[in-house]
């Protein structure tokens, strides 16, 4: 992997489960989606100048360098399922995010998550996100400050069945 990797931990909830005992697909839909949205709007990633990784500010996340107004709509998505998923009281998923291509005004998140660190992925999912601008209704072409936060994430995409998405 060539820039970083953004981690974290998704804790599954009892209303995650279907009848059949485990995370139901759709819920771990509603997982990846938390741990994205933790990724690119709240986590303490360090994108502001002069801030730091850990320091306490919150609200950063990878898009911090994005302008009011504009938003990141979901094009797309792609999800492989290799492994059942388990609920385990007070065990999160293990959840990886990095960036695995920025085009003019989009960019897709490659995603891995795990039931337990020393298991292979559970699920494997690519994501890509349209940068919108709200008030002209139309898609907002990425600054070199956004892609600059973006690529510092930069991967290869994740290996799906049948090709990338």
């Given at each position: 992997m060539a820039g970083e990797v953004f981690e974290c931990e998704i804790q599954a909830r009892l209303r995650d489960v279907n009848l059949g005992g485990h995370v139901d697909n759709v819920e771990a839909m509603r997982i990846i989606d938390e741990a994205r949205v933790l990724?690119?709007?709240?986590?303490?990633?360090?994108?502001?100048?002069?801030?730091?990784?850990?320091?306490?500010?919150e609200g950063t996340g990878l898009l911090d360098p994005v302008p009011s107004g504009v938003v990141e709509l979901m094009g797309s998505q792609r999800v492989d399922y290799h492994a059942e998923m388990r609920f385990t009281p007070f065990r999160p998923f293990l959840v990886r995010l990095w960036i695995s291509h920025v085009g003019r005004s989009s960019f897709a998140v490659s995603t891995e998550m795990r039931t337990d660190a020393a298991h292979p992925?559970?699920?494997?999912?690519?994501?890509?996100?349209?940068?919108w601008e709200t008030a002209e209704a139309s898609s907002w072409p990425i600054d070199d400050d956004v892609r600059a936060a973006l690529e510092r994430y930069a991967g290869p995409p994740v290996a799906l069945r049948g090709g990338r998405a």
């Open positions: 990724f690119l709007r709240f986590a303490e990633l360090g994108t502001r100048d002069g801030v730091e990784p850990g320091t306490g500010i992925p559970a699920l494997l999912a690519e994501s890509t996100l349209v940068l």
